[in-house]
């Protein structure tokens, strides 16, 4: 299997993120990850990132950051994405009643196209990032696909977070194959669960990184888990991945129950070196 780059979801380990982040980075760094995917600044300056990765010896692959960011302040927000020197810039989330079934889709494919055409001139690939939430179906499609078949392969790229896919329903091992040549970031997140596709178990965050409130659900028995120890199967997950062109890897553990953040972060690094990566 080739040797995919791997980084960290640094919304991950955001509260080490925020009370010290050339701490965190430094940590980051010495449990084996060299490449990372910002979601959130907490009132850094690029330059001042920037600097600390370059400190760290991390590289800065992609990040999290709403359109209407980028739609609201044009190339000063892509600048600053820019200065960190990323590639890629992935929509994290975005409302259902947005998307396709909805009257302000058109406005939607508008506002991604306008977003994504500004990104390419300054050589940074658009991706988007989904949840459960996006496998609901509108005219026998998931809402995802929608996405995809309406906006051009070179404009917009799936991100696929292969938790989300799996809890909605849908094997991630197959939808990572349908993209093959159209995705080069995938997100590696395991979890345990008693009931798939029973609603959102996450809580979303704001174009700085802060979180909103967490819906309450029950009886599905959901709990993140460090990589290799959930339900998903991460070494079919890793050969579809390279099946389908993809370059690298992102761990994301949204929370951590029972240790803390950055031991989990290590845990799944440890794994995934146990798989050749």
């Not at 980051?28 to 370059?54: M, S, W």
Request: glycine share 8%.
């Amino acid at each position: 299997m080739k040797k995919f780059k791997i980084g960290l979801q640094l919304y991950s380990v955001r509260r080490e993120m925020e009370r010290d982040m050339d701490s965190a980075l430094a940590d980051v760094k010495k449990i084996g990850y060299d490449y990372v995917e910002f979601a959130g600044y907490f009132g850094k300056t690029a330059q001042q990132v920037r600097a600390l990765l370059d400190k760290h010896g991390l590289t800065c692959v992609s990040v999290h950051q709403s359109p209407d960011l980028f739609l609201r302040e044009g190339q000063k927000a892509v600048d600053y994405v820019k200065t960190l020197g990323a590639e890629y810039a992935a929509i994290p989330w975005y409302p259902a009643d947005k998307l396709k079934g909805s009257p302000e889709w058109d406005k939607t494919v508008e506002n991604f196209t306008k977003v994504a055409k500004l990104l390419k001139k300054n050589g940074i690939q658009l991706m988007y990032h989904n949840h459960d939430s996006e496998f609901k179906k509108v005219d026998g499609k998931y809402l995802l696909d929608w996405i995809f078949d309406t906006i051009p392969a070179d404009l917009i790229q799936p991100q696929v977070d292969t938790c989300w896919a799996h809890y909605a329903g849908c094997d991630p091992v197959k939808y990572l194959l349908k993209y093959s040549g159209r995705i080069k970031v995938v997100h590696l997140k395991d979890f345990a669960c008693t009931k798939l596709g029973g609603g959102p178990v996450y809580a979303l965050i704001d174009e700085n990184g802060k979180e909103g409130k967490k819906p309450t659900q029950k009886d599905t028995g959901f709990e993140y888990r460090p990589l290799g120890r959930g339900i998903q199967d991460i070494p079919a997950i890793l050969k579809a991945s390279e099946k389908a062109g993809a370059e690298i890897q992102i761990v994301e553990q949204d929370e951590s129950p029972d240790r803390p953040p950055m031991e989990a972060a290590k845990i799944s690094r440890e794994y995934l070196k146990s798989l050749g990566q």
